[in-house]
């Protein structure tokens, strides 16, 4: 929506209980995304392609005893747009099976119920934060 107000996100910032593995995986995904690393310290990683950023944060030690759970109040799940439906499936046999990473309701489908021709994979991070890789024509 681009009323003069707000022209979409910018960037996204996610709190993780391990820093490190944490930035592995995501380091690895995002580069696969062609996202590029920008900034790296000890509690926080940021990478952007350009319109957008994504950053993870070390949580604080007050929290690091309580767990994430999608269903619970707060994120769901985070959604990237894939350009192609192709691409979708590219991700699943090239990254998902290789890198060992559970995938979520088995493998890429079909998702009418959300959008005609919507076609997404969905799989979880080291936190289980819900992720998707999806596409849906114009």
């Keep these: ?25 995501y380091d690895k995904l995002l580069n696969f995304f062609g996202f590029e690393k920008i900034t790296s310290e000890e509690d926080c990683h940021g990478w952007s392609n350009g319109p957008n950023g994504f950053w993870i944060n070390q949580v604080g030690d007050s929290y690091k005893n309580k767990d994430f759970h999608r269903k619970n109040v707060g994120l769901n799940h985070i959604a990237f747009r894939a350009i192609s439906r192709e691409v979708v499936d590219k991700f699943y046999r090239e990254f998902l099976l290789p890198n060992k990473i559970p995938v979520l309701y088995r493998k890429p489908k079909e998702y009418p119920e959300y959008h005609q021709g919507y076609y997404a994979v969905f799989f979880e991070d080291p936190d289980c934060i819900k992720l998707e890789l999806m596409w849906m024509p114009e």
């Design 1 to 25: 929506m681009e009323n003069g107000v707000c022209k979409g996100f910018d960037h996204l910032s996610i709190v993780v209980k391990d820093i490190k593995k944490s930035e592995k995986f």
